[in-house]
């Protein structure tokens, strides 16, 4: 893992352009009631627009108030991409103790969310295709067995948390599950699909049966974003 460079000191202060940039909550790709009737508008609003937004808050409230996530997301652009969320949840233990579980909760919270969203589609394919049907077929037998693995691990989160299809540096997929809002990239492997178990995810629309929800969040998932995510593995595993 590579470090996160040390806020400069004593340079005059630039108001010709940001000294560090925020995070935005950027709109959703789709509208809000997209996912009907799988994923509810009520909640893909409500997701989106206030439980997302209180982890982009909390995590702009702590770049802020610290030098050393200042100098993380250094840029002459005023809202930070996605380029600096990743390096700064891969580079968590270069930060000192007293920051490590806020900025891994709260970016956590943003690159989670982002990567759920973008892994939902309006006009879902049903299935993987190309090199990632592939891989999935090598590695459980067939995209059904997938299906089975993926429910089972998405039922076993205890409490909050993820279940994703990852990937290691080497392209061989595995099923693992995140507590809370960790992620696959804090871990050096590469995320490919997520579904969100938290209940703010799907309680309004199935209650408390996440069995039920698990197969709706199939009935959408964005494969063509998943096989983007397997063919470019730099952008997670990349330059730290």
């Not at 394919?125 to 049907?133: I, M, N, V």
């Not at 077929?137 to 909050?160: C, I, M, P």
């Amino acid at each position: 893992m590579g470090t996160l460079a040390q806020a400069p000191e004593g340079l005059p202060m630039q108001t010709d352009r940001p000294q560090y940039c925020r995070f935005e909550n950027e709109p959703l790709p789709y509208s809000y009631k997209a996912m009907e009737p799988y994923i509810d508008i009520e909640t893909m609003y409500l997701h989106h627009d206030k439980h997302l937004q209180t982890y982009i808050d909390k995590l702009n409230d702590l770049i802020g108030r610290n030098a050393v996530l200042q100098s993380a997301t250094f840029t002459e652009e005023k809202c930070c991409g996605f380029a600096a969320l990743v390096r700064i949840l891969r580079n968590l233990d270069a930060l000192p103790d007293y920051l490590q579980d806020g900025v891994r909760d709260n970016a956590g919270g943003v690159f989670n969310h982002w990567f759920y969203f973008n892994g939902l589609s309006a006009q879902p394919k049903g299935r993987p295709q190309g090199t990632l049907a592939d891989s999935i077929h090598w590695a459980f037998g067939s995209f059904k067995d997938f299906q089975k693995e993926f429910t089972k691990e998405a039922l076993a989160v205890f409490g909050s948390g993820y279940a994703w299809l990852a990937a290691d540096a080497d392209k061989n997929l595995k099923v693992i599950r995140t507590a809370n809002q960790d992620t696959p990239v804090a871990h050096n492997l590469v995320p490919i699909a997520c579904i969100d178990v938290w209940e703010h995810a799907y309680y309004l629309k199935h209650h408390n049966l996440r069995q039920d929800y698990v197969p709706d969040w199939f009935a959408v998932a964005n494969w063509d974003w998943a096989q983007w995510c397997y063919s470019n593995p730099e952008v997670f595993l990349g330059a730290q």
